[in-house]
């Protein structure tokens, strides 16, 4: 069953110059078409401008299509009915955990949403229980979030949007701001939701090394998707996707670069083991 799905999707805004003056239109998303299912792990590759954060807050009817349609959850996000309905099914989760996080402790904040929801105070606070166990932070439940490390709110923000029980989580480049552990205890906590609770995780990134968990992968530049596959589908374009401005992880390089010199060496390695592995079988 597809969570997210749209057909010729297109997003134009009006430029303006430094007076406000309009000056011009920007075409940022071209005639998009994916299908994502249920359950599904999907990374979103582009450079700074590609379109990748448009799409995303598509998803989460925050931005409405110039063209085509988006579905959310077999929803239309043009139609205004279906808006908050929309916004239950796919959580949205943004770069800087300290523009989500609200509340003055960590429970009462993962309890904000279901309460605007309408929640019964008693489900709110299983809700809440639930959520933080999820990923790791009910240890942290009575503490202020300001004395928590910046991986620790990220896990705080993605327990208040679990609390609102959607079937999906939309991340805008959420480790972008954390350090190599913080971004590590995030990327543990999405890969458990996603097999444990079959969560669908929409994950936008600038981290190939986060990409490898994924078992889809959409590359955008100018508004396009301009390529699409596994992880190891998409990093055995090296070359493609520098031209994209795009990086890979480094063993995916390394071995590249071996395959390059002659050494026969599988394309699309992504893991250290996986490197290990292949070069034991030469030896």
């Known amino acids: ?13 009006f430029r303006r110059d430094k007076d406000g003056a309009v000056d011009g239109i920007v075409r940022a998303l071209n005639d998009i078409d994916l299908d994502i299912s249920q359950g599904d792990f999907v990374a979103i590759l582009g450079h700074n401008g590609s379109g990748k954060s448009t799409l995303a807050k598509h998803m989460n009817a925050i931005l409405y299509p110039s063209e085509g349609t988006i579905w959310v959850n077999g929803m239309d996000s043009k139609e205004p009915e279906h ?16 523009n989500q996080i609200i509340g003055n402790v960590v429970e009462e904040d993962v309890g904000f949403g279901p309460e605007n929801m309408g929640v ?17 932070m009910y240890a942290y439940r009575k503490s202020a979030p300001g004395k928590l490390s910046g991986g620790q709110k990220q896990r705080v923000a993605i327990a208040g949007v679990l609390a609102m029980h959607p079937k999906c989580i939309v991340l805008d480049e959420p480790t972008a701001m954390l350090d190599p552990m913080g971004r590590r205890e995030v990327i543990r906590a999405l890969r458990a939701l996603n097999d444990v609770e079959n969560i669908t995780v929409i994950l936008i990134t600038h981290y190939m090394e986060e990409v490898i968990y994924a078992n889809k992968v959409f590359v955008m530049d100018q508004g396009n998707i301009v390529m699409e596959g596994t992880p190891r589908q998409v990093f055995s374009h090296v070359e493609e996707l520098e031209q994209l401005r795009l990086t890979v992880p480094q063993v995916t390089r390394l071995a590249h670069e071996l395959r390059k010199t002659g050494v026969r060496i599988p394309e699309g390695i992504l893991t250290a083991e996986e490197f290990a592995e292949a070069i034991c079988r030469l030896l």
């Open 1 to 13: 069953m597809s969570i997210i799905k749209s057909e010729k999707l297109a997003y134009e805004y």
């Open 120 to 136: 019964p105070t008693k489900e709110i606070w299983e809700r809440v229980e639930e959520s933080l166990k999820a990923v790791g």
């Open 83 to 98: 808006l908050w309905e929309i916004r239950r099914s796919a959580g949205m989760v943004f770069q800087n955990p300290d």
